[in-house]
């Protein structure tokens, strides 16, 4: 991690979270941060994304972003390139996905399960159904139990308004399973599960390899706990204003929110200065 702020060695990536990052609390992309990944490239400085989002519900940023670096979805438990073939993926082992499965029961929290891309769910009524339909731009498949997709879980979710109650299941699976899993909250109503190779930590040297780019010239943001993993794999990091102080803690630098265009303010304060050259 670097500790001099103000002068970040070179970079010659970025890779941002999405959720509480990239976009706005609605979920838009507004037109300051479209504008900052437009000058990211002129700069000569790629730009990525890395979602606990499925891969199909990065999609919609890939136009008005001009993306055509790889699409890490899932943690990245599934990274595919910008027409959807997929480059990379680590599914749930069978066993591991019956235990959690099991937890997540106990807990008494909704459940869902990623198979692929699809999004298998029990409950059509569930809490934030139709807040993820209206994230990812498309619909769950309703299923009576997940048993004819065990051994195929790209990503399991724990899903609840209860916040405290789904903190301590976190903090029981990672006790538990957590040689087993990647456990972690991307949103304070969202507990992910995936493979152990799943986390934005492996994501980063996943996007490393494949861009043949060293993680000492990528530059990460995030807002969340599942962010602080490619923190701590990349050489510069940013946390969103809208963290947590312990998120905030683990990067190299702070931004303002995302609902105060902090994405692009950190572009403008922190990403361009190190460019290669000069931008347009």
């Known amino acids: 991690m670097i500790h001099d702020a103000n002068r970040p060695l070179k970079i010659s990536l970025l890779l941002s979270d999405v959720d509480g990052t990239l976009v706005t609390k609605a979920k838009v992309l507004t037109p300051r941060a479209i504008d900052v990944v437009r000058r990211l490239g002129l700069a000569g400085i790629a730009f990525a994304i890395a979602s606990s989002r499925p891969p199909k519900g990065l999609a919609s940023l890939v136009e008005p972003l001009n993306l055509s670096t790889p699409l890490t979805g899932f ?80 990503k399991i979710v724990g899903v609840s308004e209860d916040y405290a109650r789904l903190a301590d299941c976190e903090t029981l699976m990672q006790a538990t399973l957590g040689h087993d899993a990647s456990i972690a909250l991307s949103q304070k109503y ?4 995936t493979h152990l190779l799943a986390h934005k930590g492996a994501a ?77």
């Open 204 to 280: 980063v040297m996943s996007l490393s390899e494949l861009l043949h780019i060293p993680t000492t010239e990528i530059a990460t943001i995030g807002d969340m706990s599942n962010d602080v993993r490619m923190f701590e794999r990349s050489g510069f990091s940013i946390a969103m204003g809208n963290a947590t102080d312990a998120v905030k803690a683990a990067a190299t630098v702070t931004t303002l929110s995302n609902e105060e265009d902090g994405f692009a303010e950190a572009v403008e304060r922190y990403i361009l200065p190190a460019a290669a050259k000069p931008i347009g």
């Open 75 to 154: 943690n990245g438990g599934m990274i595919v390139d910008r027409h959807q073939t997929v480059l990379r993926e680590h599914p749930l082992a069978p066993d591991i996905t019956r235990k959690v499965l099991a937890m997540l029961d106990e807990s008494g929290v909704d459940t869902w399960f990623f198979s692929g891309n699809d999004w298998l769910i029990r409950k059509p009524d569930g809490a934030h159904v139709t807040h993820e339909q209206m994230t990812i731009d498309y619909d769950p498949i309703v299923v009576t139990d997940f048993e004819a997709a065990i051994g195929t879980a790209t």
């Open 190 to 193: 969202y507990l992910d599960i």
